[in-house]
């Protein structure tokens, strides 16, 4: 497996984290390809847990060459503060690569978005307010971006940052008179400082990875948010502002999807959805307490409940699709053990029709009616399982009912947080 890819076929916070952690022993380098510090990852072995947004898992292992791609939006203090961290719980960080092509998140990104987000009021997408979209949106329209290789450059980084703070201070007083304005002065020393620090990891990660391709390394892709979350395949507008399914992997790396030999997609046995946006298979009731409870879904980087239901099949099989995954990872199935019966959404009724397909218009999505399959659970502790034949034949069951539904084999399953808590088929 030279090249391999691992993503998220929901709404996020598949676990993804856990199986690029299991995976990054056979691979030379860990590819990050797209998002910034909004993402998520929790990696738990030897008793301690980590917690990485901007960072690939890969930095976790010795001797793995971790890059940031071009397709990151950069918030380089998260970068250095997570660096800390990680190096505060005693892990002496892998090599670390970051894109000159990568584009920077400024302080005005935050400000700005955070104005959207309450202007708009219950219609709000429910961000993780790190300034993602407000730094993606300046990416696709050229004139007011800056990327981390003009930092590099500090006669056209002040310039460019005088011109684009002022444009900054008029949008923010327009859309709220009372909004603190941005120095540009200030933002430029403490970006320098940034630039000072992290100078010794940025390099153009596009020519690196095409060299490590002709040089045959082993190369994984790491995911962040999940194919639902996609800003062109994904329920818009409740997603992020990136391509966070498969179809990202080309345009955020550089590397073309074509050398990709396993693509694997990471989705939970059942659903969860942080901020706003429909989500047919949520449960408003105790079993979707419990379940957010058992799975402590609360979020990584916001600390915000998760919304929890059912696994939603029509969802996850068009992530699959989308994403093109070969095989999936089921986690998190031992979240589910103490349920008498377990539903599994095979279809939608949208005005009384059925349909399997997910729908592309959001008002579509909102009426959509779960049909469900009931199977029944297992209600024994399977932690300790490390075989697929030592499952109870209930959670067999429920494992192939999704394999069947998302059509795809499961390769993986997770039953714990830890590294030896997966079922490897
Ligand atoms: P943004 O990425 O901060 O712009 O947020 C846009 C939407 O994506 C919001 O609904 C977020 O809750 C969601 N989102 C962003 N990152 C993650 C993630 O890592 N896991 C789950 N949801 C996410």
């Not at 800003?231 to 507008?237: C, L, N, S, V």
């Amino acid at each position: 497996m030279a090249v391999s890819a691992v993503v998220g076929l929901q709404w996020g916070d598949e676990a993804k984290g856990k199986i690029v952690d299991l995976l990054t022993d056979q691979f030379e380098i860990v590819v990050r390809y797209l998002g910034g510090n909004n993402a998520g990852h929790t990696v738990m072995f030897d008793g301690s847990t980590y917690k990485l947004s901007l960072l690939p898992a890969g930095i976790l292992r010795p001797g793995v060459t971790s890059v940031i791609a071009n397709g990151v939006v950069l918030n380089p203090k998260a970068l250095l503060s997570e660096l800390k961290s990680i190096k505060d719980q005693g892990v002496e960080p892998g090599n670390l690569l970051v894109s000159d092509r990568a584009h920077v998140i400024f302080p005005y990104h935050m400000a700005e978005e955070a104005i959207l987000e309450k202007n708009r009021g219950e219609k709000a997408i429910g961000t993780t307010m790190r300034g993602i979209g407000t730094c993606y949106r300046d990416k696709i329209g050229r004139t007011h971006a800056i990327r981390v290789g003009d930092l590099y450059r500090p006669d056209h980084f002040r310039e460019r940052l005088q011109e684009v703070v002022e444009y900054k201070n008029v949008i923010l007083k327009a859309l709220d008179p009372s909004a603190e304005t941005v120095c540009a002065d200030a933002i430029y020393d403490e970006y320098c400082g940034y630039a000072e620090q992290i100078s010794g990891m940025v390099t153009d990660t596009t020519a690196f990875l095409h060299r490590a391709l002709k040089d045959n390394k082993n190369m994984l892709f790491e995911g962040a948010q999940g194919s639902l979350l996609d800003i062109d395949h994904g329920t818009f507008p409740y997603v992020t502002s990136s391509n966070s399914s498969g179809c990202g992997i080309q345009a955020g790396s550089g590397v073309p999807s074509r050398v990709i030999d396993r693509m694997i997609g990471v989705v939970k046995s059942y659903t969860t959805r942080v901020g706003g946006g429909p989500c047919p298979t949520e449960l408003h009731c105790e079993i979707g307490n419990h379940i957010r409870t058992e799975g402590n879904e609360f979020g990584t980087v916001t600390g915000r409940p998760r919304r929890c239901g059912w696994f939603d099949a029509v969802a996850t099989s068009y992530g699959a699709r989308v994403s093109g995954v070969d095989c999936i990872a089921v986690m998190l199935l031992d979240v589910l053990s103490k349920l008498d019966e377990l539903k599994i959404c095979e279809a939608y009724e949208i005005d009384g029709e059925r349909t399997t397909d997910l729908p592309s218009q959001i008002q579509d999505l909102e009426r959509a009616k779960p049909v469900y399959r009931t199977v029944p659970g297992w209600k024994k502790d399977i932690t300790g399982v490390r075989r697929m034949e030592d499952f109870p034949k209930e959670a067999r069951q429920y494992i192939d009912t999704v394999s069947e539904l998302v059509e795809r084999p499961v390769e993986f399953v997770s039953i714990g947080p830890d590294r030896d808590q997966t079922v490897i088929l």
